[in-house]
């Protein structure tokens, strides 16, 4: 198993110490002869901004490959569903067994549970951002 989840894609444009890179991700059936047929496939461009020393070095238009440690997808992965998975069961177990709230007022309360959660990620999208660190090779 490889280290690293690494995708080709194109330079977009530079700007200071941080290379743009468009990728373009394919669906599972992407590569299928019948897809245009069936309709079902998707396409889906993406920027990804790489911060590098050596931003100066890329072209807007230069073939390159993008990479990220393995790890960093499990980690956001955990964060995206797993912490908001736990708010939700926390939230109702203690709105329905130690406040005796009605199953509806504890599920609404769970769920407003769920929204603050993704709002503390949001505010703090800065420094998880700075935890996850991209790099970039010419092809």
């Known amino acids: 198993m490889t280290e ?4 080709s ?7 200071g110490d941080t290379v743009h ?3 373009t991700s394919h ?3 992407g590569s299928c002869r019948a897809r245009e047929a069936c309709g079902l496939a998707e396409t889906q461009e993406k920027i990804v901004a790489v911060r590098c020393a050596a931003a100066g070095e890329y072209a807007a238009g230069e073939a390159v490959t993008v990479g990220v440690r393995r790890g960093v997808g499990l980690r956001a992965v ?3 569903y797993g912490g908001a998975l736990v708010v939700l069961l926390a939230v109702l ?3 329905q067994s130690v406040l005796k709230w009605s199953e509806g007022m504890s599920a609404l309360a769970a769920l407003a549970g769920v929204g603050v959660y993704y709002v503390a990620l949001w505010l703090l999208r800065r420094r998880i951002e700075h935890t996850i660190q991209f790099t970039i090779t010419k092809i």
């Open 9 to 15: 894609g194109i330079v977009d444009r530079v700007e």
């Open 27 to 29: 669906s599972a059936c």
């Open 21 to 23: 890179v468009r990728i």
């Open 4 to 7: 690293q989840i690494e995708h």
């Open 93 to 95: 177990i203690v709105a």
């Open 78 to 80: 955990a964060l995206a």
